[in-house]
């Protein structure tokens, strides 16, 4: 099976596999589009049946640069160019934006752009927000914007649902899309807000304390088994919990030890960086799209905390 990947550019490491463009600092929009691969338009052409008669209410979805078809949609599907995509992450943040990765998926029906916003901090540690965007050409899915905090110390994203301030937003490929665009610019332009209410639960998670009982009955809720389960996944749920237990005595989550703040980190420091059970050749991809879109184990997390 192919990489997903198709091409790329990223900031000194690369990611995954797949073809790319190294750089040693991030670049702006204009040549971030270029180094990406991203440069070319999506062209709607017309369908045709075996008769050459024109099927209506389709069309292919078709790459300027090499008139590949990346998916037939429907007549109501509305374009977002790649173009248009580093415009809108610059406009919601400006001349700061920069970008650490960009490119494309599955022979383009997909793309990504990871911007960098200015460091923050949080609970005194560094944290490095970014606004990731994707993006499809065939119909598959939404346009996604979301908010991406990483806390560097252990490279752990903090992707928190917070029920006081908007992390993503999303929206279809019909209607207006362009007008969507401008209202998430409302909706999304102050991520500031989100930023500061993320600094603001954490502060009150950092005082708000998890001992080992709390622990216990947390991952219960999170890693429930049926009570039919087999031997094998009984063990293989245990280790699960093991692992996630495991982390929270990471030494850099010692300032927060028996918190919910610590608690919460540790669950984030297994998310990304814990080998899934069984590894698929695109693992590494899957793990990417899930930590954006936001992880369902660290999301129950953030639901158990109360954040």
Known sequence: MPALVENMMYVREKPWHGMGTRVEEAPTSKDAIEL????????????????HVQIQGYWANTRS????????????????????????TDALIGEGMRYETAGSLKGGRQIWLLGKMPDIEI?????EPYVCFTNTHDGSGAVRVCMTPIRVVCNNTLNAALNTAQRKWS??????????????????GLMDIYLKRLSETADMLACSPFFEADVMAALAQMFPLEKDATDRQKKVNEEIK?????????????????????????VADYVAHSDPIRKTKNWQENRFASIVAGHPIFDKAVEIVGA
């Not at 990406?36 to 008769?51: E, H, M, S």
């Not at 362009?178 to 610019?185: E, N, P, Y």
């Not at 093991?242 to 540790?266: E, H, S």
């Open 123 to 127: 609970v005194g540690d560094k944290v």
């Open 65 to 88: 640069t090499d008139n590949s078809v990346l998916g037939i949609v429907g007549s109501r599907y509305q374009i977002v160019q790649n173009a248009e995509a580093f415009d809108f």
């Open 171 to 188: 929206t279809v490929h019909k209607g207006s899309v362009q007008a969507k665009l401008a209202d998430a610019r409302k909706t999304l």
């Open 242 to 266: 093991d692992d996630v237990y495991t982390c929270m005595f990471a030494p850099d989550l010692l300032p927060f030890q028996d918190t919910k703040w610590g608690f919460l980190n540790a």
């Open 36 to 51: 990406a691969g991203l440069n070319w338009d999506v062209v709607p052409c017309p369908v045709f049946d075996d008769r």
